[in-house]
């Protein structure tokens, strides 16, 4: 040691020169069994997978929010359509109204204020999914239908609309066609006995003029004149899209409508391409109207499948025109003569003409005047005929149908 009881410099220096070479083996050993021990550890690699697994599923599920809302905002009317079948809940943990995609009002004649006001907000709130409104027997004031009908015209999807029986009469047809001409999805239309004439049809024909996506059109049990009749006609003339049109017991007079109006009927289905329905029961009361109508359409008509002529007092003369045209079409599946005047000669010659066709499966001759003299023809008939399914003679002076049906099971 030097003065003052220091460490000589010369050693101090040799010491910090050259470290102990045992020390720094055992603490680099040391060291290493530490590292290897932490390694080892399964408890820290878990640790450490864990918090590696944990920020990757933050990231991912950051990644699947960002998207998701990117979706919703992108597209509100699928997550709308998709709510009015059931409710979705939404991110911040509510829950989504449900929207209509059907509505059914009925016998409501006396309809509260209340129930207006909660129906067109049901029908706003549903503009975007709504694709059935039928409303029957439901009576509105002129301004709550006007009201109703600003509603319905701006719903987007809308295919079915019908309003039965609601006493609508010219003025309401008026009021919610004006709004229905922005329906460009609507397919059927259905305006059936609501008291309306020759003003509700000029309004109706209008429509199905300007209308590219009407299939079905019903206007049975309403007031219909012949110049009614003519702009229906015409409009049908221009519409390449109707295929079912219902006009049964809409002929206030029968003998307003006259042959003039049959005549341009007529010549709509011999040039008709589309038309696949026509239900005109009650609607003629004439022979002499029925009469153009077999000459010049059944005969001709290549597309009609369904036609519906009850009521319409046909006898046997007009009997013979049926036959005639049952030779020639080979479209018709479908065919109601009931509750006419067809005796046992015209019921003859219709089940002669049924031995060479081949397309017809049901004939209703219900409520007509045929007896047992027309049997044998009958008989020829089911046994010679193999497509015909449904053949009816109720109210009629014939045999019993018991016996009838056990005929029907022998063919």
């Not at 007092?313 to 079409?329: P, S, T």
Request: with cysteine; hydrophobic share 30%; charged share 25%.
């Amino acid at each position: 040691r030097g003065p003052r009881g220091l460490p000589s410099p010369s050693r101090s220096r040799s010491r910090s020169r050259s470290p102990s070479p045992k020390k720094s083996s055992k603490s680099t050993k040391s060291n290493k069994k530490k590292a290897s021990k932490k390694a080892r550890s399964p408890s820290a690699s878990r640790s450490r997978s864990s918090d590696r697994s944990g920020d990757k599923r933050s990231r991912s599920q950051e990644s699947d929010r960002s998207d998701r809302s990117a979706s919703r905002s992108a597209s509100p009317s699928v997550s709308r359509s998709r709510s009015a079948s059931r409710q979705g809940s939404v991110s911040d943990g509510s829950v989504e109204p449900e929207y209509d995609v059907e509505i059914t009002i009925e016998d409501k004649v006396h309809i509260q204020e209340d129930e207006v006001t909660d129906l067109v907000a049901r029908v706003t709130l549903a503009r975007s999914t709504l694709e059935s409104l039928r409303i029957h027997n439901t009576r509105f004031t002129e301004p709550e239908l006007t009201q109703l009908s600003e509603s319905i015209g701006k719903l987007e999807r809308l295919r079915h609309l019908s309003i039965s029986k609601a006493h609508l009469q010219d003025s309401g047809v008026d009021i919610l066609l004006s709004y229905a001409q922005n329906l460009t999805s609507l397919e059927s239309l259905e305006f059936s006995n609501n008291g309306f004439g020759q003003e509700g049809f000029e309004q109706v024909a209008k429509l199905l003029e300007d209308s590219y996506s009407l299939t079905s059109l019903d206007l049975h049990d309403n007031q219909i004149d012949a110049d009614g009749i003519n702009e229906i006609v015409k409009a049908l003339h221009r519409n390449q899209s109707l295929t079912s049109l219902n006009l049964a017991n809409t002929s206030g007079n029968a003998m307003e409508l006259g042959v003039t109006s049959a005549q341009r009927l007529s010549i709509f289905l011999k040039d008709s391409e589309v038309l696949k329905k026509l239900d005109l029961a009650g609607l003629f009361k004439h022979p002499v109207e029925l009469s153009f109508l077999w000459l010049v359409a059944a005969s001709r008509n290549f597309t009609l499948r369904h036609l519906n002529l009850s009521h319409c007092a046909m006898d046997n003369n007009i009997a013979h025109m049926v036959a005639y045209a049952l030779n020639l079409n080979d479209t018709l599946t479908s065919l109601d003569l009931s509750y006419n005047n067809i005796g046992d000669a015209g019921a003859t010659v219709i089940m002669d003409s049924l031995i060479g066709n081949y397309t017809l499966k049901e004939l209703d001759l219900t409520g007509n005047s045929v007896t047992s003299e027309s049997q044998a023809a009958i008989d020829d008939a089911i046994l010679n005929n193999s497509t015909l399914q449904v053949l009816r003679f109720n109210e009629n002076s014939i045999i019993s149908d018991e016996e009838f049906c056990r005929k029907l099971q022998k063919r």
